[in-house]
């Protein structure tokens, strides 16, 4: 039955869930290089000896067989099989009763836990280690009970198994399963000295346990023998390089208080229905027989709970506390309390608890009281089934045939690749394709500093991260040179702008939606990569020893498998069937006990309910209604943020929806609201002015915008006045535009050789007309400007090296966003470099709390720059020249610029840059900032802006030698005489503006322009 | 232990005697007298033909030769094995170059030598050339190279002097070169001509061809040029479009700027303010666009190629279209109509025009509300809930007029 109904399901859940796919890739690796450690894929190179390897090698072998998913799925299969056979053998040697271990296996298919961990988390190497490991259990029982070596071989067969599928579950295990189960044993056989379990002593306990302790150690010394040697090459690896890694937030080590949803995966659902049964579950743990397993259940259940209390930081310690996942605990606790559940359940259908309820209650309370039970139960299971429907986990599934084929075209496997919003999914494209990636999915192997001082678990999700992983983001995307990057496959318009400003271009839609961006200047790969080596001993370990002893432990209980499966022998009881007890004197207190626990629970579910329904009360007060408007709007439920407008202001639905439709932008199209505080300006009986400071996190910067509302009254509820918006006219109805656009063929001859000779155009000549190295608080940037003084469009990288007076080198970064990257002939650009330095190096360094993209961590200077090189690199750009904004109107006020951008052309402008200049008398070029304009700019439509100066008094410049300046590998001082011998210098001061500011006398304003989709 | 020392004893014995006996055959083998000479006398050979060396010994022993060549090293036997005659693998003999040899017997040169392979000018020639860079611009003092490097069937360079034709064409300009290859290349630089445009061109040796080329001429910097505008009427009213456009923008050969270069139109209004358009050409000519004014004004333009040309200034005026607005205070003040805001010709005014209200109580600015006019009309509301009962100052500007309303009493 749980084959049949976890076997069709987890075609349906497996896929989407977070780990399956990244076994999967791991399982492709083994498949293609059994003895392979080193993974070049991700994270430029990484060993796979991070992770014991036996499920991934069983994927690998059965992908021989009929493919990845073939393989995924069978070992999928086998781990619930095992799973539930193992949970009935556990659970018979806890009740010795057989009727109790069928309920517990059946209860085990349903278990919340169970399917949670399968179908949502897919952690396939810890069930089947956790399901190996209850098999082993009542191997150990006898092996200490009776001392035969048969049993001690069966046990240590499957420790072996255990810990080559997954380490952490047996070293847990030996804590948690283990040390009760002797404990178990000890009981037993103290009790063979007494007659019944309460006679036993403290004193009988230690003789029983200097008597089987031989036995103890034997076994104990023998498994710790195996977690060794079996996965030695793991132990080797994490000793040579021990995570040195800035922890990533995980959900299990939260407050279930305060973060609901982190409660509720891990908590609430893991133990599901069982919460109900707590009290008769603790209560028969807390027998004397099972007492070392009250105490282990216990101890789990706290560890369970994460940052909800202290108590598991204080016991695993900070380290460990910040290293483990947490979930895992409330798994294994869920998982013990199993046995308990499925007695409480074959006494409650067929037992004492049945005739007692019948007795006291009636009959047909029984038979409502089971309903509920059952009821809640499928409830339970169906919602976890369920749950990543509901609440998507991961993005919709991609195809990924189209991005396989084009990284296998025209070599574009020879440079690497970056997957943005593609989810756990990336992992399962990294095992189809030969390219490789700077990302990965198993964040303990990440190498690149970049990443591993970042609680960033991959690039790919990183608007999930806040700072830190936008931050990464962006020195990838900046700096992409440095690893080989060229590719970027975006399923998520939020990185769009990023890419943009940092000087990417779009290449095409592929077939399945994802777009692709590119950048140029990139060189492809070297053929030889660098990898660590690893003894070949430890390769032949790591390939042989996980799956021998798969064929180990199932050769030697293979005759256990025999026995029960044909019944050849005559069947004999295990010993522990000795020990089981009669069911038929349940204490009344108990059923109270249970009933009013039960109600408890229920009472609380009823008031969580009852508490998310007056959330969802909104319209009470103007506050409530302010903030529920503007949750509205972030989430994009415009029909709900209309029903919160005056309905007597005429505006009808499909009015409201137009008006939304028309904005385009930052701000509208690319902004997640932060938080937002609304304030009452003025209030009358029935109306309200409100002002509403909303903060808003866009890929490129953090917004704050202050919003002006009134709001009336009508009977009891509040509404908001609808804003007004633009009416502005636009003069033509159809208009034309003649322009010069671009087509680069690339090759013209269809062939596969590297490069036509003849086909390579020539770079574009820039030339840069002004560098210098200016310093502010302590921070050295590049600013400067430059010239596209060829016939052609060129994209521009501009890469800065600061040296010392020794001509050491002191950091080396590229232009980000200040600058534009495309540049039409003849046009100039000024640029900021700014050198960015790796985040927190130093752990101890605080991090920022709240979420600014626009920070960047700079690099910490120790010495003084005095010179720099620069080095730019043209190459014939095609897309990305829309120019048709211009500057129509400018008023200076103190210490503002305020203007009207206007667009004449026929694309719509996202998102709008400006580059503001800061010179001083001498007309020299002191400073360079940079504004987003938030609203976007439709065609032949106007868009305000305002920009505050800067007091620049403080910024200082040096070292204006332009000697090592270089272009496309030339000097520029060369180009400078050749190309443009005679410039006409008058031409410099054109575009200033006067303005007598702190630190300067004139700014020039510049236009970049993105345009979210091209027509 | 007697046993055993005397074991150790005999062991070291016999070990003794094997060794003197291998030194002595070793170093006390009768030596052979062996020479050799070189039979055959051919010394220069073409790439590809059969090189075949004889030998003559006084003794009939198995030798081997040892070549070195550009391509590496090798030990080669003889054609049969008991033959001195020797036959120099194809490999090595189709390669230009100096070809040295050894013949070995037994660790000893016998004989030593040289022979040398020349490019083979009786096959078929082939032509490696190329061209770059791919694109010059137009003026004579910009040039592209034209590189041949003419071989032989083997990928031999020909010797020098060889005879390479290289002809190429420019709109009607045929012309020819004769060239002589020097250290295995021949080479020309091709200046570009006053005119822009397509430059083909190949280059031949003997009777074969090489592909053709193409040079792209790019016209050279820009010359001044001259602007003009282009407008539907000259009233600032905010919503209209002037057209900025060049003249046809060449450079001082008179070849047309290639397209997509960028103009930098900048304007410059009654207050000093610097506004900014830009266009970029199409044969020539850029156009560039820019909203009206919605307010009286004087703008100043000139048209930039930014460090290379510049235009004439053009001076722009735009007329108000309204000397005043109608303003009609109703509900106790608190409702305020501004307009109908009428155009020149006394047409209401698209909508979208903005009006601005700044509301002062005691000299101090308390309140600005903007509104944009729909058929003509802004109508602001002055709300008892926010402006208490009392005397105001409003100001209301639109278009450029300016209106002032002191002492305004709100109920």
């Known amino acids: 039955m749980g084959v049949v109904f976890h076997g069709t399901s987890i075609f349906f859940t497996l896929e989407s869930t977070y780990d399956a796919l990244i076994h999967l890739f791991f399982g492709n690796h083994y498949a293609n290089n059994w003895f392979e450690t080193w993974n070049y894929s991700w994270y430029t190179g990484f060993t796979v000896m991070g992770y014991p390897p036996l499920v991934h090698q069983s994927i690998g072998l059965l992908s021989y067989i009929g493919g990845l998913k073939f393989g995924l799925f069978t070992v999928a299969i086998i781990a619930i099989v095992l799973f539930i056979t193992g949970i009935y053998r556990f659970a018979l040697l806890l009740s010795s009763n057989r009727k109790v271990a069928g309920y517990t296996a059946v209860l085990a298919v349903f278990s919340s836990a169970f399917i949670e961990t399968l179908h949502i988390f897919g952690q396939l190497p810890s069930i089947i280690g956790l399901s190996v490991l209850l098999h082993a259990l009542p191997e150990i029982y006898l092996w200490l009970k009776i001392g035969r070596y ?835 210098e008058e031409h410099k001061s054109i575009q200033f503006l006067p303005i007598n500011g702190k630190g300067f006398s004139y700014i020039k304003l510049e236009v970049n322009t993105y345009i979210g989709a091209p027509n | 232990m007697r046993l055993f020392r005397k074991n150790i004893i005999f062991l070291g014995s016999v070990i003794f005697i094997c060794a003197t006996s291998i030194a002595f055959t070793t170093f006390y083998t009768k030596p052979k007298e062996v020479s050799a000479k070189l039979v055959s006398t051919q010394k220069v050979f073409e790439a590809g033909e059969t090189i075949s060396l004889d030998f003559e010994l006084n003794t009939p022993v198995k030798t081997t030769l040892f070549l070195h060549a550009s391509f590496g090293s090798a030990n080669i036997d003889p054609v049969e094995p008991t033959t001195t005659r020797f036959v120099i693998p194809s490999f090595i003999a189709r390669k230009k170059g100096k070809i040295s040899y050894k013949l070995i017997y037994e660790s000893e040169v016998l004989v030593k030598g040289v022979v040398d392979v020349i490019a083979n000018t009786r096959t078929e020639v082939s032509l490696e050339s190329y061209i770059g860079p791919p694109s010059i611009v137009a003026g004579g003092k910009d040039y592209t190279m034209h590189v041949v490097i003419p071989t032989d069937a083997y990928d031999n360079p020909f010797p020098d002097s060889t005879v390479v034709a290289i002809k190429h064409q420019f709109m009607k300009v045929e012309n020819e070169n004769t060239l002589y290859s020097k250290d295995m290349i021949a080479w020309k630089n091709i200046f570009s001509y006053k005119q822009s445009g397509r430059l083909l061109l190949f280059s031949k040796v003997g009777e074969t061809a090489s592909k053709e080329f193409s040079v792209e001429m790019y016209s050279a910097l820009p010359e001044d040029f001259v602007i003009s505008s282009d407008r539907k009427h000259v009233y600032a009213d905010g919503n209209q479009i002037t057209e900025l456009s060049t003249s046809i923008i060449k450079d001082m050969y008179g070849n047309v700027v290639s397209d997509g270069t960028l103009v930098q139109f900048v304007i410059k209004d009654a207050s000093g303010a610097i506004l900014q358009t830009q266009g970029s050409t199409l044969y020539g000519k850029a156009v560039a666009r820019v909203l009206h004014p919605d307010h009286k004004d004087t703008w100043q333009i000139k048209a930039y190629v930014y460090g290379m040309a510049e235009s004439n200034e053009l001076t722009l005026s735009y007329q108000p279209i309204i000397d005043d607005f109608e303003v009609k205070f109703a509900k106790e003040n608190r409702e305020i109509v501004v307009g109908p805001l009428v155009s020149f010709m006394q047409q209401l005014i698209p909508d979208g025009a903005t009006v601005k209200l700044m509301i002062f109580k005691e000299q101090k600015k308390i309140d600005t509300k903007i509104s944009t006019s729909s058929n003509g009309k802004v109508r602001f509301l002055l709300k008892d809930g926010f402006y208490e009962a009392g005397i105001y100052d409003i100001h209301i500007s639109a278009l450029g007029v300016q209106k002032k309303y002191k002492k305004v009493l709100l109920q």
């Open chain 1, 150 to 984: 048969v049993y001690l071989i069966n046990a240590l067969s499957l420790i072996a198994v255990t810990v080559t599928s997954h380490h952490v579950t047996p070293i847990f295990g030996m804590i948690f399963f283990i040390f009760p189960l002797i404990g178990m044993v000890l009981m037993d056989v103290s009790k063979e000295r007494v007659s019944t379990y309460r006679e036993i002593r403290f004193v009988i306990f230690i003789q029983s346990f200097l008597s089987l302790f031989k036995r103890i150690v034997g076994f104990g010394f023998g498994a710790l023998v195996l977690i060794i040697v079996c996965i030695l090459p793991y132990w080797i690896n994490t000793k040579n390089n021990p995570i040195t890694q800035v922890p990533i937030p995980h959900g299990s080590r939260d407050n279930f208080l305060e973060v609901t949803s982190s409660g509720l995966v891990f908590f609430l659902i893991p133990w599901g229905i069982l919460l109900l049964f707590i009290p008769y579950i603790w209560y028969r743990f807390f027998s004397k027989r099972y007492l070392f397993f009250g105490l282990s259940i216990t101890l789990l259940t706290i560890l369970g709970t994460g940052g909800t209390t202290p108590i598991p930081r204080m016991i695993l310690g900070d380290n460990a506390f910040d290293i483990l996942t947490l979930d895992r605990f409330t798994l294994w606790a869920s998982i013990m309390a199993l046995p308990m559940f499925g007695e409480f359940t074959y006494r409650f259908i067929e037992g004492d608890i049945k005739e007692k309820v019948e007795k006291n209650y009636g009959s047909i309370y029984y038979k409502i009281v089971a309903g509920v039970c059952a009821t809640m139960l499928l409830a339970v299971t169906l919602l976890t089934m369920s749950l990543g429907y509901f609440r998507p986990l991961q993005p919709q599934k991609i195809k990924m045939l189209p991005i396989q084929n084009f990284l296998s075209q025209d070599q574009h496997d020879k440079w690497r690749y970056l997957t943005l919003g593609f989810g756990d999914q990336m992992a399962w494209l990294s095992a189809q394709t030969n390219a490789m990636t700077v990302d990965g999915n198993y964040h303990s192997a990440r190498r690149l500093p970049e990443l591993t001082t970042r609680a960033v678990e991959r690039l790919e999700n990183s608007k999930f991260r806040g700072v830190e992983g936008i931050g990464s983001l962006q020195q990838f995307l900046t700096v992409p040179e440095k690893y080989n990057l060229k590719y970027v496959f975006s399923n998520d318009k939020f990185y769009d702008p990023i890419l943009y400003f940092c000087g990417w271009q779009r290449l095409r839609q592929l077939e399945n939606g994802i777009m692709v961006w590119e950048k140029l200047n990139v060189p492809p790969l070297s053929n030889i990569l660098p990898k660590e080596e690893v003894a070949t001993f430890q390769r032949i370990m790591w390939g042989l020893i996980p799956v021998s002893t798969v064929v180990l432990a199932f050769m030697i209980n293979i005759r256990w498998i025999w026995i029960h499966a044909l019944k050849t022998k005559s069947k004999r009881f295990p010993v522990y069937f000795k020990y089981g007890i009669l069911y038929g004197d349940f204490k009344k207190y108990l059923l109270k006990i249970s009933y009013i626990w039960g109600i408890l629970i229920l009472a609380i579910a009823g008031n969580g309910l009852y508490l998310i329904y007056i959330k969802s009360v909104k319209q009470i007060s103007p506050i409530h209604v302010t903030e529920a408007y503007y949750d509205a709007l972030d989430i994009k439920e415009y029909k709900r943020a209309y029903s919160y407008l005056d309905p007597q202001c005429h505006k009808t639905i499909d009015q409201y929806m137009l008006e939304i439709a028309v904005n385009d932008g930052l701000l509208s199209s690319y902004a997640k609201m932060d938080n937002i505080k609304v304030s009452v300006t003025a209030k009358t009986d029935s109306t309200t002015k409100v002002k509403a400071v909303t903060h808003w996190v866009t890929p490129l910067e953090k917004i704050d915008k202050v919003y002006h509302h009134e709001l009336v009254k009508y009977g009891k509820k509040w509404f908001v006045k609808p804003l007004s918006y633009d009416l502005d006219i636009p003069p033509d109805q159809l208009y034309t535009r003649n322009t010069t656009t671009y087509y680069n063929h690339g090759r013209r001859r269809v062939s596969s050789e590297q490069t036509y000779h003849e086909d390579v155009l020539k770079q574009p000549v820039l030339e840069v007309l002004s560098a210098k190295i200016v310093e502010h608080k302590d921070q050295y940037m590049i600013i400067g400007e430059l010239q596209n003084i060829d016939n052609v469009p060129a994209d521009v990288v501009v890469t800065g090296t600061l040296y010392n007076d020794k001509s050491e080198k002191l950091a080396k970064y590229n232009v980000k966003h200040q600058m534009k990257h495309k540049l039409l002939p003849k046009e100039i650009t000024s640029f900021r470099i700014n050198f960015e330095g790796i985040a927190w190096m130093n752990i101890e360094e605080s991090k920022p709390d709240t979420f600014d993209p626009n920070q960047f961590t700079s690099l910490d200077f120790k010495e003084v720059p005095t010179r720099f090189n620069l080095q730019c690199a043209g190459n014939v750009a095609t897309v990305d020249l829309y120019k048709e904004v211009a500057i129509n109107d400018l008023s200076i006020t103190d210490n503002h610029i305020e203007g009207v951008l206007f667009n004449s052309g026929l694309e719509e402008v996202t998102i709008p840059m400006l580059l503001i200049s800061y010179y001083d008398q001498n007309h020299q070029l002191v400073w360079i900032d940079h504004q987003y304009l938030r609203e976007g700019i439709r065609p032949q439509r106007k868009q305000y802006f305002k920009y505050t100066l800067l007091d620049v008094s403080c910024v200082n410049y040096f070292d204006t030698d332009m000697k090592n300046v270089f272009v496309n590998g030339l000097e520029n001082t060369l180009i400078t005489d050749k190309v443009v011998p005679e410039r006409k």
